[in-house]
């Protein structure tokens, strides 16, 4: 995967600024894979997110430093990951079948359209996410009528299919000791990544349009070299 130029970045992250962070997920993996937005939806959460830490490792070499706060003793903890960490296998099959007391529930991977549809600000979200990827249920209720402690199980088999769209790093806390499995949000982080180098380019372009009277689409086709020569030359 080659490297986003600095006016796609800039284009993404323009488009992007202020959306839900599904939009923002899909978007990028859109650029990433050379697919169209709806096309990226449909891929499931783990292959999207593959997609992304190709991307981040295409634009931003080197690990990903984040904090993490320890449920043992609240410190905050500054971690460095390296991206070989957040790499898992891609789901093999796309459905499989879960086995609960009499019940056999066919159901299938997640997508960033399953997510798309499902109101954040709904209380019932989680439930409704997991209801949407259950194809049928044999010796059991409707999909949409079955209990909590089955919608929880079949979130639990989701991320075994799916491994990448569940990546969890083993930390332990400098401070106390305390071990887990702490959650990584891809998706966050690559726009994190993102968004910090638009600010960046942005933060350039006003340098020097400010001191030279510069065009922003002239600043921008200058090499980065070029670009910092400049930068130097007026002290920013
Ligand atoms: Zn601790």
């Known amino acids: 995967m080659r490297a986003l130029t600095e006016g796609q970045l800039l284009q993404e992250w323009e488009s992007c600024a202020g959306r839900r962070p599904v939009v923002r997920a899909v978007a990028l993996a859109a650029v990433a894979g050379g697919h169209t937005f709806a096309e990226a939806s449909d891929l499931p959460l783990g292959t999207r997110d593959a997609l992304l830490v190709d991307l981040r490792t295409a634009c931003f070499p080197g690990d990903l430093e984040c904090l993490a706060r320890c449920p043992g003793c609240g410190e905050d903890l500054e971690v460095s990951v390296p991206v070989s960490d957040l790499r898992q296998p891609a789901a093999q099959e796309y459905e499989a079948t ?18 798309l549809a499902v109101a954040p600000s709904d209380p019932d979200a989680r439930c409704r996410l997991v209801r949407r990827c259950v194809l049928d249920v044999s010796g059991g209720p409707a999909p949409e009528e079955l209990a909590a402690e089955v919608v929880e199980a079949v979130a639990a088999a989701l991320s075994e299919v799916d491994p ?73």
């Open 98 to 115: 879960l086995a609960l007391g009499g019940m056999r529930v066919r159901y299938r991977v997640l997508t960033s359209r399953d997510v």
């Open 164 to 236: 990448q769209a569940d990546i969890r790093l083993d930390l332990t806390c400098a401070v106390c000791g305390h071990a887990w499995a702490a959650p990584f949000d891809v998706p966050a982080h690559v726009w994190a990544d993102v968004d910090a180098c638009a600010r960046g380019l942005l933060a350039e372009v006003h340098a020097l349009a400010k001191a030279y009277g510069w065009r922003e689409e002239d600043i921008l086709a200058l090499s980065p070299a070029r670009r910092h020569f400049y930068l130097e030359a007026i002290g920013a």
